[in-house]
């Protein structure tokens, strides 16, 4: 398994952007597939965006289609989560997680290894 660690977090206004960096180790990161998934304060974890290996493929939620973009950078082992327009509803817990696999879908037992959070709070 690959360890995982989130950071990048933060409080933003509404419409304002936050990038999400995770940095992996232990393992041979170019062929894992990675995802990111967010869990707000009652409700259950939930798909967010996802990359293949190669970072060719690349799948979104509906509700952040058009305002995230998920990227990977092998050489330094990161994967990353840009995010802009936020809303309040994005507020949550994100969490980056690896697909030894090669999976990079929406179903988060697919993937193996999962980082610890990093909080994103958006304010109104």
């Known amino acids: 398994q690959v360890q995982l660690v989130e950071s990048g977090g933060g409080l933003v206004q509404a419409g304002g952007s936050l990038r999400l960096s995770c940095a992996a180790s232990?393992?041979?990161?170019?062929?894992?597939?990675l995802g990111w998934f967010r869990q707000a304060p009652g409700k259950e974890r939930e798909f967010v965006a996802a990359?293949?290996?190669?970072?060719?493929?690349?799948s979104y939620s509906d509700s952040v289609k058009g305002r995230f973009t998920i990227s990977r950078e092998n050489a330094k082992d990161t994967v990353y989560l840009q995010m802009s327009s936020l809303k309040p509803e994005d507020t949550a817990v994100y969490y980056c997680?690896?697909?030894?696999?090669?999976?990079?879908?929406?179903?988060?037992?697919?993937?193996?290894?999962w980082g610890q959070g990093t909080q994103v709070t958006v304010s109104s």
């Open positions: 997680a690896a697909s030894r696999s090669g999976y990079y879908g929406t179903h988060a037992k697919a993937y193996d290894s």
């Open positions: 232990g393992r041979t990161f170019s062929m894992y597939g």
């Open positions: 990359i293949s290996w190669s970072g060719g493929l690349v």
